[in-house]
Protein backbone atom coordinates (compact mmCIF):
# COMPACT_ATOMS: atom_id res chain seq x y z
CA UNK A 1 0.00 0.00 0.00
CA UNK A 2 1.38 3.34 -0.92
CA UNK A 3 2.03 5.75 1.74
CA UNK A 4 1.50 9.59 1.68
CA UNK A 5 1.24 12.50 3.38
CA UNK A 6 -0.96 15.81 3.03
CA UNK A 7 0.38 19.56 3.57
CA UNK A 8 -2.53 21.59 3.99
CA UNK A 9 -2.55 25.40 4.99
CA UNK A 10 -6.50 26.50 5.76
CA UNK A 11 -9.67 24.36 6.95
CA UNK A 12 -8.49 20.96 5.66
CA UNK A 13 -12.19 19.78 4.13
CA UNK A 14 -10.16 18.15 1.23
CA UNK A 15 -7.79 16.18 3.44
CA UNK A 16 -10.54 15.47 6.03
CA UNK A 17 -12.49 13.73 2.35
CA UNK A 18 -9.22 11.61 1.66
CA UNK A 19 -8.99 10.78 5.68
CA UNK A 20 -12.82 9.67 5.16
CA UNK A 21 -12.64 7.75 2.25
CA UNK A 22 -9.71 5.80 3.54
CA UNK A 23 -11.99 5.00 6.23
CA UNK A 24 -14.78 3.83 4.64
CA UNK A 25 -12.09 1.56 2.25
CA UNK A 26 -13.09 3.83 -0.85
CA UNK A 27 -9.29 4.34 -0.99
CA UNK A 28 -6.31 2.21 -0.46
CA UNK A 29 -2.84 4.11 0.98
CA UNK A 30 -1.50 4.98 4.23
CA UNK A 31 -1.87 9.03 5.18
CA UNK A 32 1.93 8.78 7.18
CA UNK A 33 1.79 12.63 8.44
CA UNK A 34 -0.26 15.89 7.73
CA UNK A 35 2.44 18.85 7.18
CA UNK A 36 0.88 22.28 7.43
CA UNK A 37 2.85 25.41 7.40
CA UNK A 38 0.11 27.37 9.14
CA UNK A 39 0.31 26.58 12.89
CA UNK A 40 -2.92 27.81 13.63
CA UNK A 41 -4.83 25.99 10.80
CA UNK A 42 -7.91 24.19 11.35
CA UNK A 43 -6.72 20.92 9.46
CA UNK A 44 -4.95 20.64 12.79
CA UNK A 45 -7.82 19.96 14.33
CA UNK A 46 -9.36 17.24 11.90
CA UNK A 47 -6.12 15.61 11.81
CA UNK A 48 -6.27 15.34 15.38
CA UNK A 49 -9.86 13.78 14.77
CA UNK A 50 -8.69 11.03 12.13
CA UNK A 51 -5.67 10.35 13.92
CA UNK A 52 -3.47 11.54 11.50
CA UNK A 53 0.40 12.51 13.05
CA UNK A 54 0.70 16.56 12.23
CA UNK A 55 4.13 18.36 12.10
CA UNK A 56 3.41 22.69 11.71
CA UNK A 57 6.34 24.78 10.73
CA UNK A 58 6.62 28.49 10.92
CA UNK A 59 8.55 29.54 7.54
CA UNK A 60 9.65 32.32 9.07
CA UNK A 61 12.15 30.69 11.63
CA UNK A 62 13.91 29.04 8.50
CA UNK A 63 16.87 31.23 6.60
CA UNK A 64 15.02 29.72 3.37
CA UNK A 65 12.59 27.28 1.14
CA UNK A 66 15.29 24.91 1.09
CA UNK A 67 16.48 24.90 4.59
CA UNK A 68 12.47 24.15 5.68
CA UNK A 69 12.35 21.64 3.01
CA UNK A 70 15.57 19.55 3.78
CA UNK A 71 13.84 19.30 7.15
CA UNK A 72 10.30 17.83 5.86
CA UNK A 73 12.11 15.88 3.45
CA UNK A 74 14.08 14.08 6.46
CA UNK A 75 11.28 13.57 8.17
CA UNK A 76 8.69 12.47 4.61
CA UNK A 77 11.96 9.45 4.15
CA UNK A 78 11.80 8.61 7.68
CA UNK A 79 8.08 7.55 7.41
CA UNK A 80 8.88 5.81 4.14
CA UNK A 81 6.39 8.31 2.41
CA UNK A 82 6.12 7.78 -1.55
CA UNK A 83 4.04 10.45 -2.54
CA UNK A 84 2.87 14.14 -1.50
CA UNK A 85 -0.43 15.55 -1.76
CA UNK A 86 -1.36 19.34 -1.89
CA UNK A 87 -4.54 20.11 -0.34
CA UNK A 88 -5.45 23.68 0.17
CA UNK A 89 -0.94 24.35 0.77
CA UNK A 90 -0.48 27.96 0.06
CA UNK A 91 3.28 27.27 -1.00
CA UNK A 92 4.71 27.02 -4.28
CA UNK A 93 7.11 23.27 -3.86
CA UNK A 94 10.61 23.97 -4.55
CA UNK A 95 13.25 22.71 -5.47
CA UNK A 96 14.54 20.07 -2.85
CA UNK A 97 10.75 18.14 -2.96
CA UNK A 98 10.36 18.66 -6.78
CA UNK A 99 14.06 16.59 -7.06
CA UNK A 100 13.04 13.85 -4.40
CA UNK A 101 9.28 13.52 -5.19
CA UNK A 102 9.61 13.42 -9.36
CA UNK A 103 5.70 12.81 -10.29
CA UNK A 104 4.92 12.22 -7.07
CA UNK A 105 3.53 15.48 -6.06
CA UNK A 106 -0.11 15.94 -6.31
CA UNK A 107 -2.13 19.16 -6.03
CA UNK A 108 -6.18 19.90 -6.55
CA UNK A 109 -7.11 23.24 -7.91
CA UNK A 110 -10.45 25.13 -8.03
CA UNK A 111 -10.65 25.85 -11.67
CA UNK A 112 -10.66 23.97 -14.89
CA UNK A 113 -6.75 24.97 -15.50
CA UNK A 114 -5.35 26.04 -17.16
CA UNK A 115 -7.97 28.86 -16.49
CA UNK A 116 -7.90 30.56 -13.64
CA UNK A 117 -4.61 29.15 -11.88
CA UNK A 118 -3.29 30.78 -8.48
CA UNK A 119 -5.00 32.40 -5.89
CA UNK A 120 -8.51 33.02 -5.37
CA UNK A 121 -9.43 30.34 -8.72
CA UNK A 122 -13.16 31.21 -7.71
CA UNK A 123 -13.14 34.71 -7.60
CA UNK A 124 -11.34 34.71 -11.01
CA UNK A 125 -14.07 32.64 -12.33
CA UNK A 126 -16.69 34.68 -10.78
CA UNK A 127 -14.93 38.21 -12.15
CA UNK A 128 -14.78 36.37 -15.88
CA UNK A 129 -18.97 35.77 -15.32
CA UNK A 130 -18.17 31.61 -16.73
CA UNK A 131 -21.20 29.63 -16.51
CA UNK A 132 -18.59 26.80 -15.96
CA UNK A 133 -15.75 26.02 -13.75
CA UNK A 134 -14.83 22.89 -11.81
CA UNK A 135 -12.39 21.24 -10.38
CA UNK A 136 -8.56 19.94 -11.56
CA UNK A 137 -6.12 17.30 -10.21
CA UNK A 138 -2.62 17.61 -11.68
CA UNK A 139 0.98 16.64 -11.03
CA UNK A 140 3.07 19.66 -9.18
CA UNK A 141 5.86 21.23 -10.91
CA UNK A 142 8.02 24.44 -10.60
CA UNK A 143 5.34 26.62 -11.90
CA UNK A 144 2.34 27.90 -10.20
CA UNK A 145 -0.63 25.09 -11.43
CA UNK A 146 1.32 24.34 -14.29
CA UNK A 147 1.86 20.53 -13.93
CA UNK A 148 0.25 17.72 -16.04
CA UNK A 149 -3.43 17.34 -15.64
CA UNK A 150 -4.66 13.91 -14.03
CA UNK A 151 -8.69 14.49 -14.00
CA UNK A 152 -11.49 17.32 -14.01
CA UNK A 153 -14.43 17.77 -13.44
CA UNK A 154 -16.76 20.76 -14.53
CA UNK A 155 -19.20 22.83 -11.69
CA UNK A 156 -21.91 25.01 -13.25
CA UNK A 157 -21.78 28.43 -11.32
CA UNK A 158 -24.10 30.31 -13.94
CA UNK A 159 -25.88 33.34 -11.12
CA UNK A 160 -23.74 32.01 -8.20
CA UNK A 161 -22.76 34.17 -5.98
CA UNK A 162 -19.16 33.54 -4.50
CA UNK A 163 -20.58 31.35 -1.36
CA UNK A 164 -22.31 28.89 -3.69
CA UNK A 165 -19.94 28.92 -6.28
CA UNK A 166 -17.28 27.96 -3.43
CA UNK A 167 -19.82 25.54 -2.23
CA UNK A 168 -20.00 23.58 -5.37
CA UNK A 169 -16.64 23.18 -6.47
CA UNK A 170 -15.74 22.10 -3.19
CA UNK A 171 -18.19 19.53 -2.98
CA UNK A 172 -17.12 18.63 -6.09
CA UNK A 173 -13.37 18.47 -4.70
CA UNK A 174 -14.55 15.86 -1.93
CA UNK A 175 -15.42 13.51 -4.38
CA UNK A 176 -12.64 14.32 -7.11
CA UNK A 177 -9.86 14.20 -4.89
CA UNK A 178 -10.36 10.78 -3.27
CA UNK A 179 -10.86 8.97 -6.36
CA UNK A 180 -8.18 10.41 -8.48
CA UNK A 181 -5.79 9.30 -5.69
CA UNK A 182 -7.08 5.98 -4.91
CA UNK A 183 -6.30 5.18 -9.35
CA UNK A 184 -2.83 7.46 -8.65
CA UNK A 185 -1.75 5.41 -5.99
CA UNK A 186 -2.82 2.48 -6.95
CA UNK A 187 -1.47 2.76 -10.83
CA UNK A 188 -4.61 2.47 -12.51
CA UNK A 189 -5.62 4.02 -15.42
CA UNK A 190 -6.80 7.55 -14.42
CA UNK A 191 -9.48 8.84 -16.01
CA UNK A 192 -10.23 12.18 -17.86
C1 LIG B 1 -9.47 23.95 -2.18
O1 LIG B 1 -10.48 24.64 -2.88
C2 LIG B 1 -8.38 23.55 -3.10
O2 LIG B 1 -8.79 23.37 -4.42
C3 LIG B 1 -7.43 24.73 -3.04
O3 LIG B 1 -7.51 25.19 -1.74
C4 LIG B 1 -8.77 24.86 -1.19
C5 LIG B 1 -8.52 24.17 0.12
O4 LIG B 1 -9.69 23.99 0.87
N1 LIG B 1 -6.12 24.34 -3.47
P1 LIG B 1 -9.66 23.06 2.16
O5 LIG B 1 -8.59 23.59 3.10
O6 LIG B 1 -9.36 21.66 1.70
O7 LIG B 1 -11.02 23.16 2.77
Redesign the pocket.
Known amino acids: MKRFAIF??????????IWEAIERGELSGQCMLLVTDKPE???LERADRHHIQTFSFEPKAYASKSEFEWELLVLLEALHVDYIV?????RLIGDVLLAAYPGRII????SLLPAFPGKD??GQALAANVSTSG?TVHYVDAGMDTGPIIAQQEVDIAGCDRIEA?HR??AI??QLYPRVLQQVLNQQEVFK
Open positions: ASGSGSNAEAAKVLAGYMNIHPAIAAIQEH
